[in-house]
């Protein structure tokens, strides 16, 4: 089973920087398997915002392309999503989360191809 916890969201002014971490406890899962992470703000539909595969490739929605960059560190089984010129429609939870076996979340980023969520980290922005 894969554990995953995120960590380093907190409050910021916009303009501002934060570096969202996902710890995975299940080694094979996360050097094998294609994950991503998902934004939900208050009211909001879940929006998938990258992914990266088990070589490094990633993948960006529109809304967050170059001011996001997601990469992961092998040796250290943690997924990190760096965030740069945020804004205060960034405001929201962070979820990292693993493809589910035999879909396409990297290339598609349709959030419902994830499974094994971790609990979050909230992420608010100021103007």
């Known amino acids: 089973q894969v554990m995953l916890v995120e960590s380093g969201g907190g409050s910021v002014q916009a303009g501002g920087s934060l570096r969202l971490a996902c710890a995975a406890a299940n080694v094979y899962i996360f050097r094998g398997a294609c994950m991503g992470w998902v934004r939900q703000a208050p009211g909001k539909e879940n929006e998938a915002v990258a992914s990266?595969?088990?070589?490094?490739?990633?993948n960006y929605a529109d809304s967050v392309r170059g001011r996001f960059t997601i990469s992961k560190d092998n040796a250290k089984n943690t997924l990190y999503l760096d965030i740069n010129s945020l804004e205060p429609e960034d405001t929201a939870m962070y979820y990292c989360a693993v493809e589910r076996m035999g879909t396409n979340y990297c290339r598609s980023l349709d959030y419902r191809y994830l499974e094994v969520w971790g609990q979050g980290t909230q992420v608010t922005v100021s103007s």
């Open positions: 990266i595969t088990r070589d490094g490739t990633s």
